[in-house]
Every structure is written in C-alpha cells, then in structure tokens.
C-alpha cells in the first residue's frame, strides 16, 4: 500500500466512517478509466479481490472488507507523497465531500432561520487546496459535469452550485451505485438548475398566483374560517401540477394524493380542479351531498381529471380524518388495488403521492411502516413521491428542538435508502427541478424519494390563531417576508422574462376565476377515465336477494381441486395429513372443518373470476395451523398454492404474510377495498388483540368512512377471539369496541360457529352486492373443535345464518329458560346441556350482533314465548364482549313481561385472566350459571 495516499485517506475527516463510500467512488472512475485516478491508487486497485472468471469487476462487499482491515491500521506512520499527485487526490476528496454534505450548508431556509455550522470539509483548506490553485486543471472523476478535467476554482463553483443552491441532495447514505450515479448526472450535468423557457416560467407563476390568490381571497371573503392555509408553502402548488404532467407524459393513467389539512383547500381548487364555488359554499355552510355524518371541507377528498401531454390522468385526493399520516398507507393501498386491476406489477401507470407536515413524518410510526412496507411484496407500488410541507412549526411547537432528534425530519427515509432533496420553497424553479428529479427517479428505480419542501407558515395553525404568541422571533421575519409569487414575480420582470403589466394581467385573470366562480385549472377534465364503476354496489339494503346458492357438484369440483397438489411437491408430514383430511372432506369421508371450509370460500370466490387477496401476519398458513394456503417443498423451499390452480382463467388468489404492522397493514387494505369493490380483501390479525394497534383506523376509517366521505368499504377483518385461558391478551379481540362503534348500518361484526357458517359469511361479502366492512370474531380451539364440522350441504344453500335456533330435538312447549350466546361458548353450553341433559333449556347463537338480526331472532323466539327466563351467557368479563352494546337488541327480541339476566365473568379490568386454574373455574361457573334455572 502507498504510504502517502494511504495517509491522505485515513486523515480525510469525512472519510472517516464515510470513507468506503469514497473509496468505491474514486474505484468507479478506476473502473470506467484506470487512468482517472492517480498511480497510486492504481496500484491498490489493481491488488484488490476479483471476482471469479473476472478481469475488470470487483466485489464490493470484498473492498470493503479490505478497506476495513486497513482501516484498521490507522495508527501505522505513514508519509504524504508530494506534488499535483497528491492535490488531485486531494480534490476528488472535495468533490466528495460535497456530495457527501454540501446540503449541510445548503441556502433551504427562505426566512433564514436555520443556524447551521460552516462545514469544514466544504472548504478548501481542509484539503489542503486554496484558491492559488485555482488555475490548476484536475481530473474531476465521476464529477458528471461533461469533461474530464476542470481548474480548480471552476470545479469548486460548480460543487457549490450544485450542492449548496437551493437544492440540498442527500443521496449518499444509498449504497446502490447506479442510483447515486444517475442522480449525480441529474444534478451536476445542470449544477441544480433547472432550465425552463419564458412559457415554463409564466405557468410557474401562474401557479404561484393561484396559490396566493386562492388563500388572500378565502382570507378576506371568510375572515376567521378556518382554512388552513398554505400560505409560505405556495410552491407546492406548481410542484404538484408539475407531478401530474410529467407522470402522464411518462404513461402514468392514474394519481392518487393524500394529505393532511394544511393546504388542502388550495390543492383541491388549483390542483385538482375543484369548483371554487363550490368551496365557497361549503364555507357558506351548504353542502349538496346528503351523508349521514358528512365532514369539514379541509377532510374532503376529491377525483377528477387533468389533461397532460401523455393524455388524461385520473387525479384522486383521498379523504382524509385528522389523525396526521394515517392516509398514507391508505393512499398507498388504492394505488396497489389500482395497479393490481391494471394487471401493472411494476408501478408504471399509477402514481402514489403522500404530503406530508414536517413535525408529523418525524414523529409518526406510521411513516415508518410504510417506508418499511414499500418494497415488501405484498404492499410494494413501485415507490412513492413525497413531499414534505416543511414549515418548521408543529402547530405551536418549535421544530428543531421538540419534534425530533434527527439533523432533518426526513431522517426516517433513510431507512430505505430513499433519496432525499431538500429545497427552499422560495426557489420555485428548483423547486420544479427537484420535482422532475424525484418523480424520474421512482419512474426509474420503482423506489421512494422524499422531496422535502423547505418553506413558512404564514399564519397560525390556522388562521384565528396567533403566532407570535409562542414563535414570536419566526413571526416578525415571517411578518416582513415577501411572498413566493411575489419574490418570483420579482424575479421574472428583473431578467426581463415577463413585464409587470404581464403579472398585474395574470393575477387579475386569476381573480377573475375566483369571482365568476369557475375552475381554476386549465388541464381539469370531467371525470371519465376513472378504472371502476362502482353503481352496481350503491344503493343496496340488508336484507335485499342475491343469487347466492352454489352447487354441490360445482363444491365437490372445488374442494378436490384445492385439496390436490403436484407429487413432486413434497410437503411436511403434518401439512399432508391436514391435505390427506381435506381429500376425505372433498370426497364425504369427512365432514368439513373450519380451515377446509374456509379454503372452499376462497375456491369459490376465485372460481367465479373474483380476485381473494388476504394479508396478515403469517396468513399464508394461518396463525393457528389451519389455513395452509401455501404448500412449502420441503426439499428446495419452492411454494405451491391450490388455490392459484382452480382453474384457467380463474381470479386472482393472493395471500401475503404480512410485515409486523398492524396499523398501516390496515389502513393499506382499507385503501386497497375502497378502491376495489370485486373480490374479496381480507385482513387477518395474527391475535384479535393486535387489532388494539390498528384503532385509528377502525375509528377513523373503517366504521364511518360511508357516513363522512360517502366512500364504500367491504373490507373482512378476520380477528381471532376466544377465551382459552392463554392470558389477558390473546383472548379477546375486544369485541366491545367494535360493537360501540356500530351505529346507521355501518358494519357487520359476526361471530360465526360452524364451518358452514364461515364459508357463507366469506362468500356473502362478495356475492351480495352490498360493500359494507366485515368485522369477524373468529375462533381458534374451534378450528379444531370435533363438532365444528359441516357438510357440503350445509354451504351449498349459500344462506349465513344471522340467528342459529336449537339444534337439539327438544320439546319447545318444555322449554323453560333460552339461553342466547355467540362463539365458542356454545359449545360448551351445549356439552354441558346435553351431558346434565337439561332439555329445558334451549341454546340459540346469535351469529350476527350487528346489524342485529332483529327479526330473526324473533322468528326463533316463536316457539318460546311462554318463557320466562332469558339469558344471555359470553365468555367475556360483564364490562366487555356484548352484554353493555346489545343488551337492548336482545330485550326488544324478547317478549314482554320477561327477564333478560346476565351470564358471565364478573367485569374486570383485564380483558382475562392470566392463570389457567382460575380461568377454568371462570369458565365453568359461567357455563353452570347459564344452565341454572332460578
Ligand atoms: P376515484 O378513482 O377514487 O377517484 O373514484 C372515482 C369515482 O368512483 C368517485 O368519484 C366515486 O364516484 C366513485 N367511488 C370511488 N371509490 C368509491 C367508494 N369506495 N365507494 C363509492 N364510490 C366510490
């Protein structure tokens, strides 16, 4: 090893822990051109390890294993070479400290507030350069500037023009070397600069005007609405537009946007073409479509279409709750659904883009799981564009010092290696350029890139608010600062570009948009190029008839398809015998279990051309070793699944084990159902308690998203419940929960007992027309439960049964007391019943709590109306399960003048308790207790 570049290395400051990544640098412009780097280096590169059979290229893992080792050496004395030989050595180390950290010193802060330290490794003398060496010529490396050599003091402009404008790229946290390649060429081939014509500049403007004119006019019209204005990050406007109409010139067919409030109002008008009329009247407080609950204006989602030069592309801005972040794995969902239905695997033609605030991406866990979901197989969309509306204030909440601990608050997208390009919202052009890097940069690698979007908050967290309460420093230079379509405007008549009676004459126009109240938006088109008609689910009752049945010929045909797998498919001795039983079932050896049955729903389903996508964590077998959708070769790993082979032509089945999320692995399905109404889309949670994790999204989205947005769901959450004596937190799903969130139809939660039963609930999801959400408490010691078993039969009548009468052949005129429960306990009712045999006592299921079958348990109580006694018997403690919810729909069934009591465990805080001994006394007393006639 050279001793003086050996010393030069280990001395660079930056190299230090960042050194390998200099090191591949300077050994690609070995690579490209040996002559590139200095002999030197030639002759460390020319020892380095070689891959086999190869003479040019190396293992990088292995260069950095050697690198490491002398890395390790750095206490060894080594003597620094002299001479222009050294000096080139010296600037390649400046080219990369550049890109390694020329953001740091970036101009991103329009009000100027950033106190950010002089980087050393920016300035010259830290390489031991100074502006006598200007005039020196030096090989520039990979410098993607379009020559190979420069003088010195111009290559040292062109790194601080490039690294330290406005644009702030860190990208060099990536270790794909073609990546950071291609984005070294986008931004030093054009030192950051983004190079519009007069027409460019004057639409930018545009944008600008309307950004600003929309909110001043909103602000004089509704003085002290809230609106949330997005006043000081004016630029997202013209970046959004320039979104759209790049994508659709690079084929892109659909868009979907999320976002949060700030702002909204001003996308919704200038980007997505809303009628501002419109908006003004919802500020006048009329609205014209009739929901139950509706929402505020700033919630509100939207579609339409906007022309671009590769034709039209459908915009949707997904409606959104308060809750910061949550919208993005819905977002991210209905691209996924989309995309799955343009039969896209790669991402191409539908384009996610999720905005995000600044204190909100930092602090988040939801923005976590979605960066770490974005390239997982189940949930990947060939990346996502996000923006960052940086205003640096959380509402009252100072940034930098409360919201993070991070340099940025883009930190968490390293995680994924995305690239991140800060820019000062107060630079429109580079604001357009670092939009086209960032969005040709997803079309390119199919990954995420963050656009962090530098800019203010004009006014409070929203405009009644006072800011200078609390930021009171920010708010006087925010106070004095010119806004971006002015500062812009500014711009524009200096260079002569456009004159100011050019700039009076566009923002007049704009106003007169907003005056006539008509769409503010050149390229909006009505809406015709939305991919789904979602008409035939409208409109749908309960209780209307659909063609449910299914043959049995048509089962048989189904069940020993699914049950059969190739020989040459060797599987694991417990997974054949569970396979050699479903062949029994298939053939009526055996009747049916919960697993077979459920298997047979999906069979069903895809058989009809219908696509069945489950996710959860570990779905592909099923928690509880059940399901076994998926057959693993024990001999080379390679996976089989059944229900992929029905038949030619059949639906899509795609079962994914999920990643350990539950709250975006959630809102992403909620996103993918309520763009997708065919099919049917399941989430499983591994426990029902791990649905705690997703609530938001059942609060937010799932149990009223049809009464505030109008937006239909038919999502299936299977959450397995049951009391078992596994502890306080795999047994309860807290079915509670989703009963007290159950009002105006908005849900079905189920609790079905027999395989028959799961097989008609899953298939009637699909089948009725109706797209309403499907909460199921679903079992686990019954998937294995001797008498949880059903015949083919049974699930050819196509019929679920909301309300299960008594089985057992008793007297009714004998019957003194009706016990009603739902779930597992019923089995145990029924043991016990039929061992004590007290045929006084009839057990009916309610197999359907909400909506409540109401008549159909009325129509089972015919025969008992002269009992007396009622009760309704659950395994949960008295504060949980069903008891407080749906009490009263029990009491309004009954007849009157009779009693309805109360069968179960005692309220507790914990949802169970945690010993099996005492669980087993509960669970008897319980049982004993129903079957007790005062
Ligand atoms: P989108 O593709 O999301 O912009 O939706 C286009 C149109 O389809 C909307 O304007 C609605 O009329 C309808 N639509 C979309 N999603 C739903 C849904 N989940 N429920 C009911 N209608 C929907």
Not at 47 to 56: D, M
Request: hydrophobic letters at 35%.
């Amino acid at each position: 090893m050279p001793e003086g570049v050996m010393k030069a290395w280990l001395e660079s400051s930056h190299l230090n822990g960042g050194n390998i990544v200099y090191i591949e640098e300077l050994y690609e412009s070995y690579l490209d051109n040996s002559a590139s780097v200095s002999a030197e280096w030639q002759g460390i590169f020319s020892q380095l390890p070689k891959v086999e059979g190869s003479e040019v290229e190396y293992r990088h893992s292995a260069i950095r294993d050697e690198f490491r080792a002398l890395a390790k050496q750095a206490n060894k004395q080594v003597v620094v070479s002299s001479g222009n030989d050294a000096k080139q050595v010296k600037v390649l180390q400046l080219i990369n400290a550049f890109r390694f950290r020329g953001h740091q010193n970036a101009n991103l802060d329009p009000l100027g507030l950033w106190q950010r330290d002089k980087v050393r490794d920016l300035q010259l003398s830290h390489h031991d350069l100074s502006e006598n060496d200007f005039d020196k010529e030096y090989n520039v490396g990979s410098f993607a500037i379009g020559q190979d050599t420069m003088k010195l003091g111009d290559l040292y402009k062109a790194l601080r023009n490039t690294y330290c404008g406005s644009i702030g790229a860190e990208y060099m946290h990536m270790t794909a070397t073609d990546e950071k390649r291609w984005l070294q060429q986008r931004l030093e081939s054009v030192q950051s600069k983004a190079a519009l014509s007069v027409d460019e500049k004057t639409k930018l403007l545009q944008g600008l005007i309307a950004a600003d004119g929309l909110e001043k006019y909103l602000g004089a019209k509704f003085p002290g609405a809230k609106r949330f204005s997005l006043e000081g990050g004016d630029s997202l406007v013209p970046m959004l537009k320039e979104l759209i109409t790049r994508a659709g010139a690079a084929g892109t067919k659909e868009v979907v946007m999320g976002m949060a409030h700030r702002g909204r109002l001003n996308v919704l008008v200038n980007v997505m073409g809303k009628n501002p009329s419109k908006l003004f009247d919802e500020f006048a407080g009329k609205h014209d479509e009739i929901l139950s609950s509706g929402d505020v204006k700033y919630h509100q989602g939207y579609s339409s279409d906007f022309v671009t030069p590769g034709g039209t592309v459908h915009l949707a801005l997904a409606f959104n709750p308060s809750h910061l972040e949550i919208v993005n794995p819905v977002v991210i969902g209905s691209v996924r659904a989309r995309l799955d239905r343009r039969d896209c695997d790669q991402g191409d033609l539908v384009l996610p883009i999720t905005i995000h605030g600044d204190s909100a991406i930092a602090g988040q866990g939801v923005v976590q799981e979605t960066f770490n979901m974005s390239q997982a197989r189940a949930f990947k969309v060939g990346g996502t564009v996000r923006i960052v509306v940086n205003n640096q204030v959380g509402f009252t909440t100072s940034v930098a010092e409360d919201t993070r601990s991070g340099e940025y608050c883009t930190e968490i997208a390293k995680m994924v290696q995305a690239p991140i390009i800060h820019v000062n919202g107060d630079d429109p052009e580079a604001v357009i350029l670092a939009t086209q890097i960032a969005l040709d940069y997803r079309n390119e690698f199919k990954r995420d890139v963050v656009i962090d979007l530098v800019c203010y908050r004009r006014h409070g967290h929203n405009e009644a608010d006072e800011p200078s309460a609390t930021q009171p420093l920010m708010y006087k230079i925010v106070k004095k600062h010119p806004t971006p379509r002015q500062l812009y405007a500014d711009k524009l008549s200096a260079e002569g570009s456009l004159t100011t009676a050019k700039i009076d004459e566009l923002t007049a126009y704009y106003r007169k948009l907003l005056d006539e109240g008509q769409c503010t938006v050149d390229q909006w088109r009505p809406m015709t190029e939305h991919s789904v008609d979602w008409t035939p689910y409208l409109g749908h009752e309960w209780d209307d008839d659909y063609d449910k049945e299914i043959s049995l010929e048509k089962l048989k045909e189904l069940a020993v398809k699914l049950s059969s797998y190739p020989e040459s498919h060797p599987v694991h001795s417990r997974v054949k015998k569970i396979y050699d039983d479903r062949m029994k079932m298939a053939t009526g050896e055996k009747l049916l279990d919960w697993g077979m049955a459920e298997n047979l729903a999906y069979a069903s389903i895809v058989d009809r051309g219908d696509r069945v996508r489950i996710t959860g964590q570990d779905s592909g077998r099923g928690t509880f070793f059940h399901r076994h959708a998926v057959l693993h070769n024990q001999e080379d790993g390679s996976t089989y699944l059944p229900l992929q082979n029905i038949r030619e032509g059949q639906g899509p089945f795609d079962v994914h084990d999920s990643v350990l999320s539950e709250v975006s692995v959630l809102a992403f399905e909620y996103g993918y159902t309520t763009a997708e109404p065919a099919g049917l889309t399941i989430w499983e949670a591994q426990f029902g308690d791990f649905a705690n994790c997703a609530q938001v999204v059942f609060d937010q989205f799932i149990s009223s998203g049809e009464q505030k947005w109008g937006r239909l769901c038919g999502l299936t959450m299977l959450l397995p419940h049951g009391y078992e004596g596994q502890g306080p937190e795999h047994s309860s799903a807290r079915l509670e929960r989703f009963l007290q969130l159950c009002a105006d139809h908005n849900m079905q939660v189920c609790v079905p007992s027999t395989p028959a039963q799961v097989f008609n609930m899953l298939r009637r999801q699909v089948v009725r027309p109706m797209r309403r959400p499907l909460v199921v408490m679903s079992p686990k010691s019954l998937l294995r439960h001797p008498l949880a078993v059903s015949s083919l039969e049974e699930m050819s009548t196509g019929v679920f049964h909301n309300v299960i009468g008594e089985i057992d052949e008793l007297d009714a005129k004998a019957v003194e007391r009706v016990v009603f429960c739902s779930g597992k306990v019923y089995y145990e009712l029924l043991d016990q019943r039929r061992k004590n045999e007290l045929n006084n006592i009839a057990i009916v299921r309610i197999e359907q709590l909400y909506p409540f079958p109401e008549q159909e348990l009325q129509a089972v109580l015919k025969e008992y109306q002269h009992v007396k006694q009622f009760v309704w018997c659950q395994e949960e403690p008295q504060n949980q399960g069903a008891w407080y919810c749906s009490q009263h729909n029990f009491r309004a069934a009954i007849p009157e003048g009779t009693t309805l009591t109360y069968a179960g465990r005692k309220a507790s805080a914990a949802p169970a308790v945690g010993y099996m001994s005492l669980h087993v006394k509960e669970q008897q007393a319980l049982v004993t207790q129903a079957l007790t006639i005062d």
